[in-house]
Nanobody, 127 residues
Framework: VQLQASGGGLVQAGGSLRLSCAAS????????IGWFRQAPGKEREGVAC????????YYSDSVKGRFTISRDRAKNTVYLQMNSLKSDDTAVYYC?????????????????????WGQGTQVTVSS
């Protein structure tokens, strides 16, 4: 399983970025995809996920209403649209596959539920 995360960069507070996570069609059909982030000196934090069945989504309270996760099946890519960015959103963002197959729902409470990780993409929000 290979995941390729991209789209990070430097943006001013209040701005937007869209992250992409590319994977094989089989991976996206069978596994939920989660986005996590890790800021310097902090633990990895779950941000959002989208299930493999029915595209059900889940968001952490810290990003709910600002971030949107979506899937483009034709492009085998999961996106994380990030709006109204804050300095607290500065982190390395990772996408990962949930270990369970064909889950109808997903959560990002624990990174231990995710077993394959992309390389990470840096998001820096300047205030």
């Amino acid at each position: 399983v290979q995941l390729q995360a991209s789209g990070g960069g430097l943006v001013q507070a209040g701005g937007s970025l869209r992250l992409s996570c590319a994977a094989s069609r089989s991976t996206l059909e069978h596994h939920a995809i989660g986005w996590f982030r890790q800021a310097p000196g902090k633990e990895r934090e779950g941000v959002a996920c989208i299930s493999s069945r029915d595209d059900n989504t889940y968001y952490s309270d810290s990003v709910k209403g600002r971030f949107t996760i979506s899937r483009d099946r034709a492009k085998n890519t999961v996106y994380l649209q990030m709006n109204s960015l804050k300095s607290d959103d500065t982190a390395v963002y990772y996408c990962a596959t949930e270990a369970y197959l064909l889950s109808a729902y997903c959560r990002v409470d624990s990174s231990r539920d995710y077993d394959h990780w992309g390389q990470g993409t840096q998001v820096t929000v300047s205030s």
